[in-house]
């Protein structure tokens, strides 16, 4: 099968899963990695995945990875915007930082990347996969740095849809619910660590909150789809 396919956040869960599921059918994937391990890992799975240094904050990295797919092709299939992180805190206390991070991963860098890949996703039939969430419909106490960037980047490419001078590109929204990945345990460690900077009144406030936030997540870490 002649079909490339660009992947975001290809080093673990959801996007290594698809990269590798979609090799098996034949595509060509580009998995998005940002260290040499997790290209060496990637690649490792299947001889049509090829590891892409990309980190989708970073303007120079995503030009250096559309290069990097131009040398092997002028026709992108699909873009699948999976790099993701999700971050947490009381709105009362939550910093401009940490919301920045929150929509620089989520949000920006899913357009950094869309409008980097577009030229090439103008020759015949092409979609962009997003893979949005559940809590995209939701109001979720103290995870809402993360909802609204669902949110946003929801209402980002629907405006595309609507703008776009191509019929045949498709716009598509995954929203999963629980899914058992690494993110949990990311989420964990970002999230102590703002914790660290939380006033203490704050914390106070806030700490049973916080104890039931910390079991949850290492319990959808283990036991999630």
């Given at each position: 099968m002649d079909k490339y396919v660009l992947i975001t956040g290809a080093s673990s869960g959801l996007g290594k899963e698809t990269a590798k599921k979609?090799?098996?059918?034949?595509?060509?994937?580009?998995?998005?990695?940002?260290?040499q391990e997790d290209k060496e890992a990637v690649e490792a799975l299947n001889p049509n995945i090829e590891g892409v240094f990309l980190d989708v904050t970073s303007d120079e990295s995503v030009?250096?990875?559309?290069?990097?797919?131009?040398?092997?092709?002028?026709?992108?299939?699909?873009l699948v915007n999976n790099a993701g992180v999700a971050l947490a805190g009381p709105v009362e206390y939550l910093t401009i930082d940490i919301l920045?991070?929150?929509?620089?991963?989520?949000?920006?860098g899913a357009i950094r990347v869309a409008q980097k890949v577009l030229p090439l996703m103008k020759k015949g039939d092409a979609r962009i996969v997003n893979i949005s969430s559940m809590a995209s419909y939701g109001?979720?106490?103290?995870?809402?740095?993360?909802?609204?960037s669902k949110r946003s980047l929801d209402m980002f490419f629907n405006s595309l849809s609507v703008e776009c001078k191509m019929p045949e590109?498709?716009?598509?929204?995954?929203?999963?619910?629980?899914?058992?990945?690494?993110?949990?345990?990311?989420?964990?460690?970002?999230?102590?660590?703002?914790?660290?900077?939380?006033c203490e009144e704050?914390?106070?406030?806030?700490?049973?909150?916080?104890?039931?936030?910390?079991?949850?997540?290492?319990?959808?870490?283990?036991?999630?789809?």
């Open positions: 979609l090799a098996q059918e034949g595509y060509r994937v580009f998995a998005g990695v940002r260290k030009n250096c990875a559309f290069e990097k797919i131009s040398e092997k092709t002028d026709k992108l299939y699909a920045k991070k929150q929509f620089d991963i989520n949000v920006f109001v979720f106490p103290f995870v809402s740095p993360y909802c609204v590109l498709k716009i598509i929204s995954i929203k999963p619910g629980v899914v058992k990945t690494p993110i949990w345990n990311k989420s964990l460690d970002e999230c102590e660590k703002n914790m660290e900077f939380l704050g914390k106070k406030k806030y700490e049973k909150e916080f104890a039931f936030l910390t079991a949850n997540a290492r319990k959808n870490n283990d036991k999630g789809l």
